[in-house]
């Protein structure tokens, strides 16, 4: 069986590669592989940097629907990102493709972000009657502001890779294949010194706008979707990130991922789920 994550040097660069067909999803080999790789470069002395990038067509694209409704099996997804947002050298994530849900969350914990233009960005979780779990609900907000976080996980729509780079969520655009366009990237932040930059260490103080706001969105939600047990939930974290310390908030984001988690409809709506890729697969083998 392959290896799913891939670490080399390239003079002071070390480039994480996951290559996990077709959609780079966060499995356990590629979580453990991931903690692997950064312990690594992060012990090197000859590394002054770690590129996380992805072959194929799309950067991390989401959790392994294999695993839903498995044991879990460490590394979480937290733990990863925790060790990757604290790693002590800079860490560049060069995105293209679907960058959703656990990928986001991944992205959102290096320091550094670019994107291909033609990325999508998003946090699909309330679909499937859950919410981002592994700090998306509170790093989102702290990256790009309360109403834009607020609109992308309980809506669970994603946003262009333009609309990303003007709210914060990338650093820059690309054209470039991937690869070449972060080795140039990693090399214009090596020259400039770049350090860590942790979305985790952002403040952010709720207002009297965003206590309205929040009290609007939960409204909408009883009025448009009063059956749906997960958005109110979502809204319920990202209140969590402006009110709380991370650690704090974290705490509260798994608490109420775990209330999701135990809910028959996120059950249901897992099922919905697969039901519906069998029935795309079967139509694409008829066609």
Do not use: W
């Not at 989401?62 to 590394?75: L, Y």
């Not at 985790?200 to 103080?205: A, F, N, Q, S």
């Not at 310390?245 to 249901?268: D, K, V, Y």
């Amino acid at each position: 069986m392959s290896v799913p994550v891939h670490l080399t040097r390239v003079d002071d660069l070390a480039l994480i590669c996951v290559d996990n067909p077709p959609v780079n999803a966060l499995g356990h080999e590629v979580r453990a592989g991931l903690l692997e790789a950064v312990h690594a470069a992060e012990a090197d002395p000859q590394v002054g940097l770690l590129m996380l990038y992805c072959a194929g067509r799309t950067f991390i694209a989401g959790a392994d629907i294999r695993e839903f409704g498995q044991p879990p099996q460490a590394p979480s997804l937290g733990q990863l990102i925790q060790v990757i947002e604290a790693c002590q050298k800079p860490v560049l994530a060069v995105l293209h493709g679907s960058v959703l849900g656990g990928g986001l969350e991944v992205a959102l914990a290096c320091h550094y972000r670019i994107a291909q233009r033609s990325t999508r960005l998003g946090m699909p979780e309330v679909k499937l009657g859950l919410l981002p779990g592994a700090g998306g609900t509170q790093r989102l907000p702290r990256l790009v502001g309360v109403a834009r976080a607020l609109e992308m996980i309980v809506s669970g729509e994603p946003i262009e890779a333009a609309q990303a780079e003007g709210c914060g969520l990338v650093d820059q655009l690309f054209d470039a294949e991937p690869l070449a366009a972060g080795l140039a990237h990693a090399r214009q932040l090596l020259n400039a010194r770049a350090m860590p930059r942790r979305t985790g260490e952002r403040t952010l103080l709720s207002d009297v706008a965003d206590c309205a706001l929040f009290e609007a969105r939960r409204q909408r939600e009883r009025n448009e979707r009063p059956e749906l047990f997960a958005p109110l939930r979502c809204i319920a974290a990202v209140e969590a990130a402006t009110c709380l310390p991370l650690s704090a908030g974290l705490q509260r984001e798994r608490a109420l991922f775990q209330e999701c988690m135990h809910s028959p409809q996120r059950a249901a709506l897992v099922q919905q789920f697969f039901a519906q890729r069998q029935a795309a697969k079967a139509k694409r083998s008829v066609g």
